[in-house]
């Protein structure tokens, strides 16, 4: 029974050597109370002077970007293939004029990555989306040529305005065109000041376990609200977190727009594609949910059949030195095997078979 990991991130060498070159989110350096510890800063506002030190960024070691260690990893967790996706974020922050040449390398670089394992690791590629849109869809063209693409790994902002923006429409066109699935995932979480004034004390777990779920939550409700899936109705989405929110709330978003008085005057509550429809024709979902309670939601709203494993690896390593299982994997692994306890064909779906048949892996 093969595993296949569609969630697993890489910071390929270039793109490291671009983080030690900056100065401002995202980038990578040293602290003067840590000067032999290089920390990773990507998120929105976690380089604050007043974070404490441990939750200034990540360590960052050889497992954020050295492919023999993501190798390694999935030896011990027993992973036969991983889709390997560049993490946010991403080349959101470039300006325009270098985004395009940014991509064209980055995405050479990993698809040679995966040349180097043949049936051991395929890639989403990723976008220059600072770039002009004549550029984005020439790039979508040439990773569809590229031997080891199976996708493009997305944030949610878009061109700057999010997924909702009619500006998008020739890039989801060429993304259809294609059949590329869009691989989303969250980045910029919500805006600091939910989290409230003590937020300093509660380290990373306000922004992760619920900023990027909301944040996916919320993109994918704009996408579908401004009909893109009308519109596009081929396109597919792979939803980060088992889709952050979306499938404990696909009943409420669906009765918020059945009555909403103002999208009923412009006529749009008749004639679309409901919110059931899409999780069921259009969105797949990973299965990094780390609980059976959230992928029986998962399950329930898009399928078994569409629901794919994931690690997340780098991210959440294990915090004891010399713990090589990571609890994080098991987690996963663990929910899977209770939320179909009754059902081996769909845990083998889940943990590969849907992998390998939704992205086409000669494996
Ligand atoms: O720990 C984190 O900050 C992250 C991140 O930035 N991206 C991700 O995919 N997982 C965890």
Known sequence: MPVV?????IYPPT???LLRSRTTVPYVRTFPDAPDSSRLII???EDDPSTPSTSRGRPIGPEYYDIAQKIAFMDTHKIDTSVISLANPWLDFLPGEKAGEAARKINDDVDGLCAKYPG???AFGTLPLSAPVEEVVQEIERLASLKHMRGVIMGTSGLGNGLDDKALDPIYAALEK???LIFLHPHYGLPVSVYGPRANEYGHVLPLALGFPLETTIAVSRM?????WDRFTKLKVLLAHSGGTLPFLAGRLESCIQHDGHLKELGKTEGRRDVWDILKTNIYLDA???SDVGLKAAMNASGADRLMFGTDHPFFPPLEKDQKEWHSVNANYSAISTAFKDDKVAAEGVLGDNAIRILKLDL
């Open 5 to 9: 990991d569609i969630h697993t991130h």
């Open 15 to 17: 793109y490291v050597e």
């Open 43 to 45: 998120l929105p506002g």
């Open 120 to 122: 051991r690791l395929y």
């Open 178 to 180: 294609n059949e590329t």
């Open 224 to 228: 579908l609200l401004s009909g893109v």
């Open 288 to 290: 990094v949910i780390y």
